[in-house]
């Protein structure tokens, strides 16, 4: 099975409003990124956390290797925050090799 | 951070064919990863690219079919050899930069094959 398992598949908010993704992992994770692809294909950095929580601007983002889950809330959605949101972990084994959730596709709606 | 550069952005071939896909990097890395990418899925992990040497395959990829070179630490090139509409992704380059462990990556190439 998939070692990061990322929901929901879609998800539809309207503007000002905010909800929360989620990565479980299947195996221990070292660390975890969260990115969002945008309408050019282009990956941007949100956060990297090796554990706890981070927050940066409208979003934040909390990594629990215990429990092996990451989140991502969004507050206050704009219409830029549309696009596809990924996780991605690092396994203890590390060596810096990413394995990627399936991705939340956002639509913000006004 | 770093900055990685992919060149070229986007490329159409006829099947059969062979393309490069070249990757630079502002600094010396010593990481450097690349991914595949379908059209509405996840990133896939092609490779790791070592400096010097043969690249690291994951499984499903091979370097008969995706060669990669890396001659230096800010310089790495894929090749798609005899190419098939079924390679038609965006390819991606990353590398965690210098002295840390967050990855960055390149813009990507999208590349058609006809």
């Known amino acids: 099975g998939d070692q990061v398992e990322q929901s929901p598949s879609a998800l539809s908010l309207h503007e000002g409003t905010g909800s929360a993704l989620r990565c479980n992992f299947t195996?221990?994770?070292?660390?975890v990124q969260w990115f969002q692809q945008n309408s050019r294909g282009s990956l941007i950095n949100l956060f990297y956390?090796?554990?706890g929580t981070k927050e940066n601007g409208r979003l934040k983002s909390t990594f629990n290797s215990k429990e092996s889950y990451s989140t991502l809330h969004i507050r206050d959605a704009q219409l830029e925050d549309s696009g596809t949101y990924f996780c991605?972990?690092?396994?203890?084994?590390?060596?810096?090799?990413?394995?990627f959730g399936k991705g939340t596709q956002l639509i913000i709606q006004p | 951070s770093v900055l990685l550069y992919q060149k070229p952005n986007r490329d159409i071939c006829q099947s059969g064919t062979s393309l490069k896909i070249q990757c630079v990097a502002d600094?010396?890395?010593?990481?450097m990863f690349w991914y595949q990418q379908f059209q509405e899925q996840s990133l896939m992990l092609m490779a790791t690219?070592?400096?010097?040497?043969?690249?690291?395959?994951e499984s499903g990829f091979t370097k008969d079919k995706f060669p990669i070179s890396r001659p230096n630490l800010t310089f790495s090139t894929l090749t798609v050899n005899n190419a098939r509409p079924g390679d038609s992704s965006i390819y991606f380059c990353?590398?965690?930069?210098?002295?840390?462990?967050?990855?960055?990556f390149g813009p990507g190439t999208r590349l058609t094959v006809l």
């Open positions: 956390l090796a554990s």
């Open positions: 690219a070592n400096e010097g040497s043969e690249a690291t395959y």
């Open positions: 990353s590398s965690p930069g210098t002295g840390g462990y967050e990855q960055y």
């Open positions: 991605a972990a690092e396994d203890t084994e590390g060596a810096d090799r990413l394995t």
């Open positions: 600094s010396q890395v010593v990481s």
């Open positions: 195996t221990t994770m070292r660390a």
